[in-house]
């Protein structure tokens, strides 16, 4: 069935390197993704979206990039902080005719090393 | 952003008995209301689409008399876990969007861990 998956579970990086998190999605009609943050014990935090329409979108420190030919997206974090030390989940917007629901991805957990 | 709360954060029920879950959105009209299970080291799983005043849609294989959603008002939906046993230990989390589109933001909750004994 439809799924939005993760290539790598765990991340380790050191302070200061970037950081890349993957995602690949198997809908080739889904156009709207979401990156969100879950820190332990708590609700996912939204970081970056993008549309279809776009390959690229930045914001503080972070930068989403989408293929719609190999159906993937990327997360990039520059610099990372201990602080951004988390599960990162990428999730697909199943759009109109499924209400907008949301499908996560497994998740990558990233462990920022000092 | 717009806030959602919880309530409880966490409880601990016996097997057998029933857990009511309560979902807010603290300063927005929130329209449609998702409910997400989460089994540790897991990603969120949705279990269903609640809109203001109409009936729950289920994702396949969640139980809907098992799991009964509320959404009376634009503030409010509820979780209710009847007859809870012991794999439905999880932590639930609850989303909220406003009546802007389907593509507007879902602002989430911070999650309700539920432990049957």
């Known amino acids: 069935g439809e799924s939005v998956g993760l290539h790598l579970p765990t991340l380790s990086v050191q302070e200061g390197d970037n950081s890349i998190i993957n995602c690949a999605y198997s809908n080739s009609a889904s156009d709207y993704f979401i990156w969100y943050k879950q820190e332990s014990g708590k609700g996912p935090q939204f970081i970056i979206d993008?549309?279809?329409?776009?390959d690229k979108r930045q914001g503080q420190r972070v930068t989403v990039l989408l293929n719609k030919t190999v159906k993937h997206l990327s997360l990039q974090i520059a610099a990372t902080q201990p602080g951004d030390s988390a599960v990162y989940f990428c999730a697909e917007n199943k759009g109109r005719n499924q209400g907008g629901k949301l499908i996560f991805g497994q998740g990558t957990e990233l462990s920022v090393k000092p | 952003g717009a806030v959602v709360s919880q309530h409880p954060s966490w409880v601990i029920c016996k097997s057998g008995t029933s857990v009511k879950i309560e979902c807010r959105s603290l300063d927005f009209q929130a329209t449609t209301m998702f409910w997400y299970r989460q089994f540790p080291k897991q990603s969120l799983m949705l279990m269903a689409t609640?809109?203001?005043?109409?009936?729950?849609?289920?994702e396949q294989g969640v139980e809907k008399d098992k799991f009964l959603i509320n959404h009376a008002s634009l503030t409010l939906s509820t979780l209710t876990v009847t007859s809870a046993h012991p794999e439905d230990s999880s932590f639930y989390i609850c989303?909220?969007?406003?009546?802007?589109?389907?593509?507007?933001?879902?602002?989430f909750g911070p999650g309700t861990r539920l432990t049957v004994l």
């Open positions: 609640s809109n203001e005043g109409s009936k729950a849609t289920y």
């Open positions: 993008i549309r279809s329409n776009m």
């Open positions: 989303s909220a969007r406003g009546a802007q589109g389907i593509y507007n933001e879902q602002f």
